[in-house]
């Protein structure tokens, strides 16, 4: 019997319940936002917020059980470093579950599970990383390379590359 047993058990064996749920906690952690049925929301809700809570902890002990949930050493660094501080002052509600519409096909409720200080996130954010060849100048020595020097391959179009897949390539040239 299953009493005292407060998980619910989203219609899925154990193995692929908690596989669902960590698979929505790391896209939680990348992305900030997880849309998903309502049930799995509020379930992954809890687990969201015991992440934060041991973010906030910052010991060995709370990263390794960061670890057993997200399986990504750079995702437990970002929830320990970029995440966590910023609800330090805050005890509890870390995440919030939106409603949206009922799904078309099956008539689900549907949600966005987000963090509640999502604009505080964004603004700690890193920035985007640019390409290393947009950040190499040139060597003092050479002066800048003209526009048509620098393109000298014109980009293939769509059809281009399309074409490319289905011509053969002449044997013996």
Do not use: C
Request: charged share 25%; aromatic share 6%; no cysteine.
């Amino acid at each position: 019997m299953r009493h005292g047993k407060r998980n619910q058990r989203l219609s899925k064996p154990t193995d692929q319940r908690e596989a669902l749920i960590h698979g929505m906690m790391q896209g939680l952690i990348i992305h900030r936002r997880v849309k998903t049925t309502y049930a799995r929301a509020k379930e992954a809700q809890r687990l969201a917020d015991r992440l934060v809570t041991w973010g906030k902890e910052g010991s060995v002990h709370s990263r390794r059980l960061a670890f057993r949930i997200l399986q990504n050493r750079t995702l437990v660094k970002h929830l320990f470093a970029d995440i966590a501080p910023v609800f330090v002052d805050v005890q509890g509600g870390y995440t919030r579950v939106t409603r949206l519409n009922f799904r078309r096909g099956d008539g689900a409720q549907e949600a966005v599970l987000t963090f509640s200080l999502d604009a505080a996130l964004h603004q700690t954010a890193p920035a985007p990383k640019t390409s290393a060849a947009a950040v190499v100048a040139p060597a003092a020595g050479q002066a800048p390379a003209s526009p048509a020097e620098q393109e000298t391959e014109k980009p293939k179009g769509f059809l281009e590359g399309l074409r490319g897949l289905w011509t053969r390539k002449k044997k013996g040239l």
